[in-house]
């Protein structure tokens, strides 16, 4: 189901959603008056919703800046936050046809405040906003759309009140709530993020994980059978089968095809797939990695680097080391189930250099085995760790994973994550944070 259109409710009139654009992550993102010059009173809480760490946009889609164009005036308040969350989550799926797009069939209405833990605060004046956008809401729905007003679960019973009974109105508490209320997928990024953390009795969790999924589908399948729609029932047969045989391309050839369709009991087949069986896969693979970095002696002598001290590794951030560099290793053990296939990569992001890949080592594991890394000198101001982790053979992620390593733009790294996780690869990602003593 792509949106066809989004609409952020104002007290004087309904706010219509023109276009997304990407920025170069170094400039402030904006919100711009039709494709004008003119940026409109709230750019500036738009920029600190977008921008880590005050905001959450970053959170879910990575590093970037936007230009965000609007039909008319948003000039205060932040019941706007909810309405262009959605927007940059459905941005982010490529599912977004633009206001004049033509193969959208989704309309959604949505005010409301959005904190930094994800959740869906109140707003004021649901009546006068309902009242400011009746009449476009009535247009869309005589012109076939699927309407969706979403408000917080403390704004639903008065907007209720205000609208036909026959109108889709959702309280949410969450945005997670407000994107399966709709039926699409969360980002990976903030998924990966929001799974438990991996426990010592993880191998029955993972069983437990598998054993929901299977029912979840098997409640689906006979949904669809009953319903007598066969052909989505066969394509979600057909993509577990690619899943357990490792062929991953064709898994993910399978899913965007039926996210193209136009079929509710598809979708939301598939999002359960996608969130409750792939994604958490892919979250406890990358968990049952443990890696560490040693320092060894350094032939410079030089004492920063001479240390015998073993660092644990952390998604996100490394063990500090000395500003000019020094000889390490790594030390990869799984703690998987299963027989694994991993692959570690460090990369130099040094500007204004494309990226330039320093070390690339693959390893089949089995439970409880670990490998290490070749000696390599590095330069902690600009070096990052790629971890990936699968119990399907590498033949069909592997070049997911290079692409990724050697992406030089945020989108393009999205992109090759969101492949690797939605198809049940782990990735784990790691940067150096300069610092003068290693201690």
């Not at 030390?331 to 460090?346: D, M």
């Not at 990936?388 to 733009?409: C, F, G, P, V």
């Not at 090759?416 to 784990?428: K, M, P, W, Y």
């Given at each position: 189901?792509?949106l066809?259109?989004?609409?952020?409710?104002?007290t004087?009139h309904?706010?219509?959603?023109?276009?997304?654009t990407?920025?170069?992550?170094?400039?402030?993102?904006?919100?711009?008056?039709?494709?004008?010059f003119?940026?409109l009173?709230i750019?500036a809480e738009?920029?600190?919703?977008v921008r880590?760490?005050?905001g959450?946009i970053?959170?879910l889609?990575g590093?970037a800046?936007?230009?965000v164009d609007v039909?008319?005036?948003i000039?205060q308040?932040d019941?706007?936050?909810?309405?262009l969350c959605l927007?940059?989550i459905f941005h982010?799926h490529?599912?977004f046809?633009?206001?004049?797009?033509?193969?959208?069939?989704?309309?959604?209405w949505?005010?409301?405040a959005?904190?930094s833990k994800f959740?869906?605060n109140?707003v004021d004046h649901i009546?006068?906003k309902?009242a400011?956008?009746r009449?476009?809401?009535?247009?869309?729905i005589?012109?076939?759309?699927?309407?969706?007003?979403?408000v917080?679960?403390e704004?639903?019973?008065t907007?209720?009140?205000h609208i036909p009974e026959?109108?889709?109105?959702?309280?949410?508490?969450?945005?997670a709530?407000?994107?399966a209320t709709?039926g699409i997928?969360?980002?990976?990024?903030?998924?990966s993020k929001?799974s438990p953390t991996a426990?010592?009795t993880?191998?029955?969790k993972?069983?437990r994980?598998g054993q929901?999924a299977i029912?979840?589908?098997?409640?689906?399948a006979?949904?669809?059978?009953?319903?007598?729609?066969?052909t989505?029932?066969?394509?979600?047969r057909?993509?577990?089968r690619y899943?357990?045989?490792?062929?991953l391309?064709?898994?993910?050839?399978?899913?965007?095809?039926v996210?193209?369709q136009?079929n509710w009991?598809?979708?939301n087949?598939?999002y359960f797939f996608?969130?409750?069986?792939?994604l958490k896969k892919?979250?406890h693979?990358?968990?049952?990695?443990?890696?560490?970095?040693?320092a060894?002696e350094d032939v410079t002598?030089?004492?920063?680097?001479?240390?015998?001290d073993?660092?644990t590794?952390?998604?996100g951030s490394?063990?500090?080391?000395p500003?000019?560099?020094?000889?390490?290793?790594?030390?990869?053990t799984s703690?998987?189930?299963t027989?694994?296939?991993i692959?570690?990569?460090?990369?130099?992001?040094k500007?204004?250099t494309e990226?330039?890949i320093?070390m690339k080592?693959?390893?089949?594991?089995?439970p409880g085995?670990r490998f290490?890394?070749?000696?390599?000198?590095?330069?902690n101001?600009?070096?990052?760790?790629?971890?990936?982790?699968?119990?399907?053979?590498?033949?069909a992620?592997?070049?997911?994973?290079?692409?990724?390593?050697?992406?030089s733009?945020?989108e393009?790294?999205?992109?090759e994550i969101?492949r690797?996780t939605s198809t049940g690869v782990?990735?784990?990602?790691?940067?150096?944070?300069p610092y003068?003593e290693?201690?």
């Amino acid at each position: 189901m792509n949106l066809h259109k989004l609409i952020i409710p104002t007290t004087r009139h309904a706010v219509q959603l023109l276009s997304i654009t990407i920025e170069d992550p170094k400039i402030k993102s904006v919100v711009c008056l039709n494709d004008s010059f003119q940026a409109l009173p709230i750019s500036a809480e738009y920029d600190q919703f977008v921008r880590r760490p005050t905001g959450i946009i970053e959170k879910l889609l990575g590093p970037a800046a936007y230009r965000v164009d609007v039909s008319a005036p948003i000039t205060q308040g932040d019941s706007w936050q909810l309405g262009l969350c959605l927007a940059h989550i459905f941005h982010h799926h490529e599912m977004f046809t633009g206001i004049n797009g033509g193969d959208g069939d989704l309309v959604i209405w949505a005010t409301g405040a959005v904190d930094s833990k994800f959740r869906i605060n109140p707003v004021d004046h649901i009546a006068t906003k309902i009242a400011a956008s009746r009449h476009l809401l009535e247009k869309e729905i005589l012109a076939g759309k699927k309407l969706v007003l979403i408000v917080a679960h403390e704004n639903l019973s008065t907007l209720r009140e205000h609208i036909p009974e026959d109108w889709n109105a959702y309280g949410v508490s969450s945005i997670a709530d407000a994107c399966a209320t709709i039926g699409i997928g969360m980002p990976t990024d903030f998924l990966s993020k929001a799974s438990p953390t991996a426990s010592p009795t993880g191998a029955l969790k993972s069983k437990r994980r598998g054993q929901t999924a299977i029912y979840l589908m098997g409640v689906l399948a006979a949904a669809m059978l009953l319903l007598g729609l066969n052909t989505p029932f066969q394509s979600l047969r057909d993509s577990y089968r690619y899943e357990a045989e490792g062929e991953l391309r064709a898994l993910r050839m399978e899913m965007r095809k039926v996210s193209r369709q136009k079929n509710w009991v598809a979708t939301n087949a598939y999002y359960f797939f996608e969130v409750f069986y792939l994604l958490k896969k892919s979250r406890h693979l990358e968990q049952s990695l443990n890696i560490t970095l040693q320092a060894l002696e350094d032939v410079t002598n030089d004492p920063q680097c001479n240390s015998t001290d073993t660092r644990t590794v952390i998604n996100g951030s490394m063990p500090s080391l000395p500003d000019q560099g020094c000889t390490v290793k790594f030390e990869v053990t799984s703690n998987a189930e299963t027989n694994v296939r991993i692959w570690l990569a460090l990369i130099s992001h040094k500007e204004p250099t494309e990226p330039l890949i320093l070390m690339k080592h693959g390893a089949d594991l089995k439970p409880g085995q670990r490998f290490v890394t070749p000696p390599i000198t590095v330069h902690n101001d600009t070096t990052r760790l790629v971890t990936a982790i699968s119990d399907r053979s590498d033949k069909a992620w592997l070049k997911w994973l290079e692409n990724l390593l050697e992406a030089s733009s945020a989108e393009r790294k999205e992109l090759e994550i969101d492949r690797l996780t939605s198809t049940g690869v782990g990735v784990l990602q790691t940067s150096w944070q300069p610092y003068f003593e290693l201690d």
